[in-house]
């Protein structure tokens, strides 16, 4: 089992591209040493006396347990500023928000609706700011998936991602973190639903072993890749669309027909939550390739990583896996 060695403390983590491809790494590495820890029962609670502030703009299933209970497990504490009382940006200004926190916990973790909200809050802060979602960037969602891909395969070579669906925040990460390791990814979306070319340019740029497809066919981005993603056509805050994206994604369904185009052993991934008979059928959703669920609860184990490596730092993880058995 590989110890993370990677220097994060204090720093924000608005996308993936602010982590190096080593520190990538170490977060994953870190989360497996965390992840067998929680299964063996074997206390790791190195974040005593921590607290993280969590701010929700965005309902939230996922990013609020995992953060929360991440935090109780590692020793520490979270408070979440539910929106109706924080109203941020209303009540009170982004950078006053940011200024009053960074006297009061050490991390902050916000999931808000405009990327902008999160560059505002980590301009005004002294602590390290968590993109929890944005608009733009999922970034602890990615870290997930690349970890269960791990779990999955062992390593990321001979690995092929496909995308299916809609190019938005999901994607967009998923394209830098696959770009970071050398994935090929493959992305089938509609006309005019395209993910960032801001994005896709800088990771062309950034990482020479990017390897990224755009194509408008999901049946030839499926074709013998290993992975097989979706993400809901209508994420929150876009349901005024929701009829005209229905029409739009049609024929972006991942169903058995499609599935089959993959490899035998691919698996098949989704971030939820799922809207079951749009994006994704009960088969392959509830299927014996699906990994959703071994994603979310991967959320855990990559976010306690993630908060270790920003709060107290990588040497950390020595003295839990020391007591590893």
């Known amino acids: 089992m590989k110890i993370p060695s990677i220097s994060m403390t204090g720093r924000d983590l608005l996308a993936i591209s602010d982590l190096t491809t080593d ?3 170490s977060i994953l590495e870190g989360a497996a040493i965390l992840k067998v820890a929680h299964k ?3 206390d790791h609670s190195v974040l005593k ?4 502030a ?14 929360e209970v991440g935090m109780l497990q590692l020793g520490g504490h979270s408070i979440d500023l539910a929106q109706e009382h924080l109203q941020l940006g209303v009540r009170e200004s982004i950078s006053d928000i940011g200024r009053n926190l960074a006297r009061w916990v050490d991390i902050v973790m916000a999931r808000v609706f405009e990327h902008n909200t999160l560059e505002k809050l980590a301009s005004s802060s002294s602590i390290p700011v ?8 999922h970034p602890c969602q990615i870290l997930a998936d690349l970890f269960t891909i791990m779990e999955t395969y062992g390593d990321f070579r001979d690995i092929t991602v496909a995308y299916v669906g809609d190019g938005y925040n999901v994607a967009n990460s998923l394209i830098a973190g696959c770009s970071m390791l050398g994935i090929p990814i493959r992305l089938s979306c509609p006309k005019g639903y395209e993910p960032s070319r801001s994005v896709i340019e800088h990771s062309l740029k950034a990482y020479p072993q990017a390897n990224i497809e755009i194509m408008r066919d999901p049946f030839e981005a499926v074709t013998g890749a290993n992975v097989v993603y979706t ?4 994420s ?10 229905i029409k739009a994604f049609t024929k972006y ?13 691919a698996i098949f991934m989704h971030c939820l939550p799922a809207h079951r008979g749009q994006e994704v059928t009960d088969e392959v959703i509830d299927g014996p390739n699906s990994a959703v669920f071994e994603q979310a609860e991967n959320r855990l184990h990559v976010q306690k990583s993630l908060l270790v490596h920003t709060i107290n730092g990588a040497d950390t993880f020595k003295h839990i896996a020391e007591t590893l058995r």
């Open 54 to 67: 969590m701010i929700f703009e965005k309902p939230s299933l996922r990013t609020r347990t995992t953060f």
């Open 231 to 234: 993400d809901s056509w209508i």
């Open 236 to 245: 929150m805050g876009l349901e005024k669309d929701a009829k005209s994206r």
């Open 40 to 42: 063996q029962n074997i």
């Open 49 to 52: 006396n921590k607290s993280l």
């Open 130 to 137: 968590i993109n929890g979602l944005s608009d733009r960037s």
């Open 23 to 25: 520190g990538l790494r």
């Open 253 to 265: 369904q991942v169903n058995k027909e499609l599935m089959s185009r993959a490899e035998n052993n």
